[in-house]
């Protein structure tokens, strides 16, 4: 046997059973026995058994070479298994921490996503969701995490919710709705639902994830839309809508009603269509300046229609604008003012040949002053010298012929001179020449022409004004004014009443009062008493004589001052009170047609 290593476990074995140290020491043993075989006086039997037992040991030498071999081989395969379970367990990790970075980077884009998100499992119940859905909710993260939506939803919402996850699980594909969802304040919204299913490791169905679209303001929005398409679709008035080169997009029925062109004649046509040729290069230009600088431009148009027959609308053109304020659209809205248009024209002749009229009829009584008062004071001034007896006696029936042609006089002499100042007024040749007036004294000049006929009738008269009160008016004009409504009050008051006249200041106007206790006026005829030739219906006012023209010379008086007056009364049997202001300043309110 050659001198070769001794396998480690036998090695161990003939150490501590034959004390054996190494292989060369078995070497030597092994020869001794071959030698001690081969000798001449060794039995057959001893030689036998010393041949045999080196074979064993050659072959127990072999065996434990043989198995050491096998251990090397397999701890070799052991070596290189750890290594690759080592490998395995590096690259295990390493996909793990991929996997928990892409969970992490999943979870900052669904953070960021400005849109609520959530995420079901498979039994429908809540196991996420992102910051926009605890937003949109009012509620934490919390409320929802694990709880169904019979949990947190009314329940008709509930079960139409549990009905669409339950389709999407048999599907396993993706789902689109629209739906309501109720807030924590009680707010119901419109939604947009956006689903889809997940797998689990073993490929099946595991969940969902939803997106939801708020939608709310939208439908709103195309609520209005479909009003105001409504609204154009039945409006009366032309709508037409260009894109910003002027190209027309969009007519409503009236526009092919009143032009005589059809939607389809008019879409990519521009306005220049209904061009007349009746406005000037400057007018369109002014036009287009004015809407593509953001502006709205309101005019009159006169437009021709498809027949030829012209026809005007007023029109308003605006812009409309996107986002960042470019022009997108013009739109205009138009009315047919034909009708309005030729009307006006007839006014404007009517009110010219009124005008003519009305300035000749004032030129005539202007004219005829003169003639008018030279003979009525001839009569009144010939019946005054008749009532005052100067040539003789006179019997009593010649006396009361006499008094009634002097009354009729002067009723007619007075009728005359209110006509002809209404008339000065309406022509606009009554002029106000303010100046200051000292207005205790001039009331007490108006009370004294009255003063008469007052005490005929029993009527106490008092006045309450300040001595050094004085304002700016044309002192003639306010006498009159003055002098008609104490007239108006001595006719209409029954005798034993009375009269009270009041002048005071109230902030930068003065405030001038005839109250009386007389008849009364009813609401209803209080603006209409003020009208030229109005009178108050009543029996009792017809027993008096009245032209109708006082109160109304009364109103144009007062303002031409730039005051105002009004008439306030219980009713009838009440007694009035009639009031008008001046500015203490004077602003006159320039001459007064009628």
Not at 539 to 566: D, I, N
Request: net charge negative; glycine share 8%.
């Amino acid at each position: 046997m050659d001198s070769e290593p001794i396998p480690r476990l036998l090695g161990r074995q003939l150490k501590r059973t034959l004390a054996i140290p190494d292989g060369d020491a078995l070497a030597a043993v092994l020869g001794d026995l071959s030698r001690l075989a081969a000798g001449k006086d060794v039995s057959p039997q001893l030689k036998a058994a010393l041949t045999g037992l080196t074979a064993f040991i050659h072959s127990v030498a072999d065996a434990y070479r043989q198995s050491e071999r096998d251990l090397e081989l397999s701890r070799r395969s052991l070596d290189i298994s750890s290594q690759e379970l080592f490998a395995a367990n590096a690259s295990l990790r390493n996909a793990r921490g991929e996997a928990e970075l892409r969970a992490a980077e999943l979870q900052a884009i669904l953070n960021s996503m400005p849109i609520p998100v959530f995420v079901k499992n498979r039994e429908g119940c809540y196991t996420g969701c992102n910051p926009a859905f605890e937003g949109f909710f009012g509620r934490p993260r919390s409320f929802f995490i694990g709880k169904s939506v019979f949990e947190i939803a009314p329940p008709d919402l509930a079960r139409e919710y549990q009905t669409k996850d339950n389709e999407l699980f048999r599907s396993g594909t993706t789902q689109v709705y629209e739906s309501q969802v109720r807030r924590a304040d009680g707010a119901l919204r419109d939604v947009i639902f956006h689903k889809a299913t997940y797998a689990g490791p073993d490929g099946s169905v595991a969940g969902l994830i939803g997106g939801i679209l708020d939608i709310t303001e939208r439908k709103q929005a195309e609520v209005e839309m479909r009003k105001l398409s409504r609204a154009a679709e039945y409006s009366p008035e032309t709508i037409v809508i260009t894109d910003a080169q002027g190209r027309i997009e969009y007519v409503n029925p009236a526009f092919v009603k009143i032009t005589g062109y059809s939607v389809e004649e008019a879409l990519g046509q521009t306005p220049r269509l209904l061009k007349s040729g009746q406005h000037t290069p400057d007018f369109y230009k002014d036009l287009w300046a004015t809407i593509q600088t953001g502006q709205v431009w309101h005019g009159e148009f006169c437009n021709r229609k498809k027949n030829g027959d012209l026809y005007w609308e007023a029109a308003a053109i605006a812009p409309i604008l996107d986002a960042q304020g470019a022009i997108i659209n013009f739109v205009g809205i138009k009315e047919d003012i034909s009708g309005q248009k030729e009307i006006a024209e007839q006014l404007r002749h009517a009110v010219e040949a009124a005008e003519s009229a009305n300035q000749a009829k004032s030129d005539f009584l202007a004219s005829m002053s003169h003639e008018l008062r030279t003979p009525l004071n001839a009569i009144i001034g010939f019946s005054e010298v008749l009532a005052d007896q100067t040539f003789g006696e006179l019997n009593p029936k010649q006396s009361k012929y006499v008094g009634n042609v002097l009354e009729a006089g002067r009723h007619l002499l007075s009728l005359i001179n209110d006509i002809l100042d209404l008339s000065k007024v309406e022509a606009g040749k009554m002029i106000c020449a303010p100046e200051s007036v000292r207005v205790h004294a001039l009331l007490a000049d108006a009370l004294v022409m009255v003063k008469e006929r007052a005490a005929k009738n029993r009527l106490n008269l008092t006045l309450d004004a300040p001595d050094d009160l004085t304002v700016q008016a044309d002192p003639r004009m306010l006498k009159q004014i003055m002098f008609n409504l104490l007239s108006n009050a001595v006719k209409f008051t029954p005798p034993g009443g009375s009269i009270m006249v009041e002048a005071e200041r109230y902030e930068t106007d003065l405030w001038f009062t005839v109250a009386d206790t007389g008849i009364g006026i009813k609401p209803a005829d209080r603006e209409r008493i003020f009208e030229a030739f109005e009178q108050v219906d009543s029996s009792h006012a017809r027993k008096h004589q009245g032209t109708g023209l006082g109160l109304a010379l009364v109103k144009k008086f007062v303002e031409l001052h730039g005051g105002r007056v009004w008439v306030e009364s219980s009713g009838e049997g009440q007694g009035s009170v009639f009031r008008f202001t001046l500015p203490m300043e004077g602003r006159v309110g320039g001459q007064v047609h009628g």
